[in-house]
């Protein structure tokens, strides 16, 4: 069966840190794009990191205190994130968008919960 999965998410005081992973079952990352977005309460979809190959992007909220890294060995995307704020507070999805073969593959995780409050 195909999918992603995430895991690392839960309750983390404003300052702190966490680090999401996402794994895919049924395929490798292999000509995949892999992002990270997430969606708080009452507001929509938003992307928050993306790595293709060996480059990235960020949305300007988290510049500078997320990171997002790819483990070939592993097949697994990590997301850290450092210097959390409430306002990261969200339920964050990975996805992973192929391309060359694998194009017209777009793959979506359940999603794990981030909240942050003291």
């Known amino acids: 069966q195909v999918q992603l999965v995430e895991s690392g998410g839960g309750l983390v005081q404003p300052g702190g840190s966490l680090r999401l992973s996402c794994a895919p079952s049924?395929?490798?990352?292999?000509?995949?794009?892999v992002s990270w977005y997430r969606q708080a309460p009452g507001k929509e979809r938003e992307l928050v990191a993306a790595?293709?190959?060996?480059?990235?992007n960020y949305a300007d909220s988290v510049k500078g205190r997320f990171t997002i890294s790819r483990d070939s060995t592993k097949n697994t995307v990590y997301l850290q994130m450092n210097s959390l704020k409430p306002e990261d507070t969200a339920v964050y999805y990975c996805n992973a968008r192929g391309y060359l073969w694998a194009s017209g593959n777009n793959y979506w995780g359940r999603g794990t919960q981030v909240t942050v409050s003291s």
């Open positions: 790595i293709t190959g060996v480059s990235t």
């Open positions: 049924g395929f490798t990352f292999d000509n995949y794009a």
